[in-house]
């Protein structure tokens, strides 16, 4: 059985995660799979067994009572045959009557141990005190990955695509194979391109440096670094060429996603594709005790801490489709909104049908002649009278989502009293237009400044109209090297190169949009309306959704700092942390997030806390904060839903520590309608008042 609690916080500085004591677990969980042993709890196999005897006794008391009746309709007036038939019902009625009462009174205790719950709904599986050996990284070091953990159907020509929380050390895990100082990068320029040339592409560390020269030479990955290989049978493949692009996170520039292109078949440009055409095969993918991290002043320390994590590793499984994809991604939604006017502290979101491949799309902007570009991308943005925005794109949301975060911060701060980030406007010479917007009040306007700002996703260069295989390096594509198309009509529409870019490239497949940017700021907090299960819900299945909604478009990699922390009631605690990584789906006024995680725990009772920090923001910078959301159990939905919050019942204590902004009022703002600052009885009297 198990418990869910809510923490909705309201803090001002990062909450950071349990760190979990190693402990030596008396079981078999954690040895179970590697052997190929079975999980089956013995209370399980004990219940199983007791059913199928009841099951059977049943079975016999029924035929018994047809024997009965068959005695009695054919006695023909026989007293002595009536009387014998009548035992035999009476005594079988009996016995009924005690294997119900036993069938009961057993359904009744395997509930209590958390076998099944005894109402003829889900069986649980065996009960264990144990996460999967090797998971616990992710949610920790490890930020996300590509294939999912026990995704299927996953097309053979994937790349494999991993991000870290903090920068790794490149040359730990990737050999220099192409000699040009750069661990993990292709040379682009190469007249024959070739995934499976070594001295264009850097490849994957091997045990001893060796590198596959053919096809027929296998076993070269180990677990030492990176191993890719088959679940059933271990085999490595033959190797991968690796790209390990550098990106700033938290202000520390380093090397924090790994690209990775299998190779199964040196003979091909591709370097072939995992899996075969007739049937659906199972990876592993093992990321070993010698990736470091790119920390020099703590001598390189290990990427997997066994003491914080339960294992010096981390790997998972999926398992590929035994087709191609030759489908393009597409552009879902972007923000701010084609032809829309966003205020200044606003991000450049875009959402995508797929997850997409990370090259060339995450950095930030430099100048060109006319218009400002991606450097060593593919994205252009032209403005009338602003500069190029500092900061840079970030590839999140399970690589679907592309974020531009400015890195300059704006002259007020959110609610928690962290830093705001706003794009320029009009900060260079000429005349800057006036928009006239809604003031957030029925039918009142103002005029405000704001000036235009024009973005472009350049598409890659396909091999031909026929299909959407791309040329690498030339443009935008999804990980299986499929062009964007821009135009979302499942056709190939090759545009133009000439220069400029804004000139003569717009048009399909790049994918474009303009809208405006106004010297105004948004600062109305975002607050959850539903979380599945409710706060305090119990007794929910393994794999139950964990969900989320928020009545604000959400910052996608801010959601990353959602926790699920795990503590069990009796019993050892788990050495391995259960596993957890966000699904954001963002609408135009509203974001469902959906958190992935590993199988609850059965062995006994465990409570979860999902815990939701002041560090999720909007797509203006604007905290969780207050940290208001329901607060009990929906009845009507059991453990599946909470109730959604009214505003005014679910109010959290207002601050007067934050800086600069007084009292905070449960509508996330710090003034009311008339502009008067709220204290604790005002803000208490507006929400009364709606």
């Known amino acids: 059985m198990m418990a869910f609690f809510y923490c909705l916080l309201a803090v001002f500085e990062q909450i950071n995660a349990q760190t979990n004591t190693s402990t030596i677990v008396e079981g078999v969980n954690v040895i179970e799979q590697p052997l190929g042993l079975p999980k089956t709890d013995i209370r399980v196999i004990a219940a199983r067994i007791i059913q199928i005897a009841l099951s059977l006794l049943g079975i016999i008391t029924v035929v018994l009572i047809m024997y009965g009746g068959f005695i009695w309709m054919t006695a023909g007036g026989n007293d002595e045959q009536i009387g014998r038939a009548k035992k035999i019902l009476v005594n079988a009625t009996i016995g009924l009557a005690i294997i119900l009462s036993a069938y009961a009174i057993t359904l009744f205790i395997f509930r209590m141990l958390g076998v099944g719950d005894g109402q003829g709904g889900p069986t649980y599986p065996a009960p264990g005190s144990q996460h999967f050996a090797g998971s616990g990284a992710l949610g920790q070091i490890i930020k996300d990955h590509y294939p999912e953990r026990d995704q299927v159907d996953v097309p053979r020509n994937t790349k494999i695509v991993v991000s870290f929380r903090r920068p790794i050390l490149a040359s730990s895990t990737i050999m220099d194979t192409n000699g040009n100082g750069i661990f ?38 180990n677990d030492k670094y990176i191993n890719i290989k088959q679940t059933d049978t271990g085999t490595s493949i033959v190797g991968g060429a690796v790209l390990a692009p550098v990106t700033k996170e938290n202000n520390v520039e380093g090397v924090y996603t790994l690209i990775i292109v299998p190779l199964t078949d040196l003979s091909k440009t591709s370097g072939g594709y995992l899996g075969n055409s007739v049937s659906k095969l199972g990876y592993t993918v093992h990321l070993g005790s010698e990736i470091r991290l790119d920390d020099a002043l703590n001598s390189h320390p290990r990427a997997f801490d066994s003491s914080n994590l339960g294992n010096n590793y981390y ?12 489908n393009p991604p597409t552009v879902k939604s972007v923000y701010p909104l084609a032809n829309s006017v966003a205020p200044k502290n606003s991000i450049i979101q875009i959402n995508f049908s797929e997850p997409m491949d990370p090259t060339g799309i995450q950095g930030g902007f430099a100048s060109g002649t006319q218009e400002y570009y991606l450097q060593n991308g593919f994205i252009y943005l032209k403005t009338t009278n602003t500069s190029a925005p500092l900061g840079s794109f970030k590839l999140t949301n399970g690589y679907r989502t592309l974020e531009f975060a400015s890195s300059v911060e704006c002259s007020e701060k959110n609610a928690c009293g962290n830093p705001m980030y706003c794009l320029p406007v009009c900060d260079l010479s000429g005349t800057c237009p006036k928009v006239l917007v809604s003031t957030g009040k029925a039918n009142k306007y103002e005029s405000v400044e704001a000036d235009s700002y024009s973005l472009m996703l350049k598409t890659a260069q396909t091999f031909g109209l026929a299909s959407f295989e791309s040329k690498p390096f030339t443009g935008i594509a999804d990980l299986a090297g499929n062009a964007l198309d821009g135009d979302a009509d499942d056709a190939v529409d090759i545009a133009t190169s000439t220069t400029p870019v804004f000139d003569n490239q717009l048009a399909p497949d790049n994918y474009f949009w303009k809208f405006m940017i106004k010297d105004k700021m948004d600062l109305a907090s975002p607050y959850m309306t539903k979380l599945t299960p409710g706060p305090d819900a119990g007794n929910v299945v393994p794999n139950q959704e964990l969900s989320m909604n928020f009545t604000k478009p959400m910052r996608t990699d801010s959601m990353y700092n959602i926790k699920l922390e795990e503590y069990a009631h009796s019993g050892p605690q788990s050495a391995i942390p259960v596993c957890y990584v966000p699904r954001v789906y963002v609408y135009t006024d509203w974001t469902y997030t959906k958190i992935q995680h590993c199988d609850f725990l059965f062995a006994s009772r465990y409570d979860y806390l999902p815990i939701v920090p002041s560090e999720v923001e909007d797509v203006n910078f604007n905290c969780y904060y207050p940290g208001l959301g329901p607060d009990k159990l929906d009845l009507k939905s059991a453990t599946k839903d909470s109730t959604v919050c009214n505003g005014s019942s679910n109010c959290c204590d207002v601050s007067t520590t934050t800086p600069g902004k007084g009292d905070l009022c449960c509508n996330g703002s710090s003034k009311n309608d008339a502009g008067q600052t709220f204290n604790s009885s005002t803000c208490r009297s507006y929400i009364n008042s709606y």
């Open 184 to 221: 993990g990068d292709c040379l682009t320029s190469a007249v024959n391109f070739s995934w499976s040339d070594e001295t264009i592409c850097d490849r994957i560390r091997t045990n001893d440096g060796k590198i596959a020269k053919s096809g027929s030479e296998q076993g070269m990955l």
């Open 315 to 326: 790997e998972w499984n999926f398992k590929t489709d035994t087709s191609l994809d030759i």
